[in-house]
């Protein structure tokens, strides 16, 4: 038997970290959640937090006055330097994502979380053009069974998603693309029609 040159043709699905960590937040308690995202806040300057009308509200160790907080000496930082100032001047200035991007918008959306975390799941399998190329019950089977999470229900976050900026993001054809673009035109523009 001489050597023989065979190929193989397999289909295999990943999770992006984004959609793992949507997967974990999901099976989270409300009290488990409450503590990771406390987490989240301190470990991370950058984040803060918003006064969500729809929040329970949270019981924490606050002081009653200003005269109850104790500020050591030694943790008292020196005040922000010019260089220190130039080095996060190209922060604000890199370009987001499209992920990136949509993710922002996702995040000020008034929605529950469970719709949240779909449209991020739909969010994390675009394509690099923007394309939504996966079918609903694909993305169903990545979703733990005791969160009864059925296709169908991916078709409000996928409308959820499309109707973000910019226009025609999420579309599943060109047609689909041009459409949801033409139908944020303003009805008088010309040639529209």
């Known amino acids: 038997m001489g050597p023989a040159i065979a190929l193989r043709l397999r289909q295999h699905l990943t999770l992006t970290p984004q959609v793992q960590q949507a997967l974990r937040l999901l099976q989270m308690s409300a009290l488990e959640f409450a503590q990771e995202m406390d987490q989240a806040l301190t470990a991370n300057p950058f984040l803060e937090e ?9 019981e924490a160790a606050t002081p009653s006055s200003v005269d109850d ?14 260089r220190d100032q130039e080095d996060w001047a190209g922060v604000s200035e890199a370009q ?4 990136e991007h949509l993710r922002e918008q996702l995040m ?3 929605m529950g979380e469970r719709d949240r975390a779909l449209a991020h799941m739909i ?15 694909e993305l169903a089977e990545l979703v733990p069974p005791e969160h009864d999470v059925r296709a169908e229900d991916f078709g409000a976050a996928l409308r959820l998603v499309q109707s973000l900026d910019p226009a025609g993001v999420a579309a ?10 033409l139908e944020v035109l303003d009805p008088d523009t010309a040639g529209r029609e």
């Open 96 to 99: 987001p994502t499209l992920r």
């Open 69 to 82: 907080v104790v500020v050591p000496q030694e943790s008292i930082s020196p005040g922000v330097s010019d």
């Open 108 to 110: 000020i959306s008034q």
């Open 172 to 181: 599943r054809t060109l047609e689909e693309c041009l459409t949801l673009q």
């Open 50 to 58: 918003t006064g969500d009308v729809n929040a329970a509200p949270r």
């Open 123 to 137: 969010i994390d399998s675009l394509d690099d053009d923007g394309y939504f190329k996966h079918g609903f019950e």
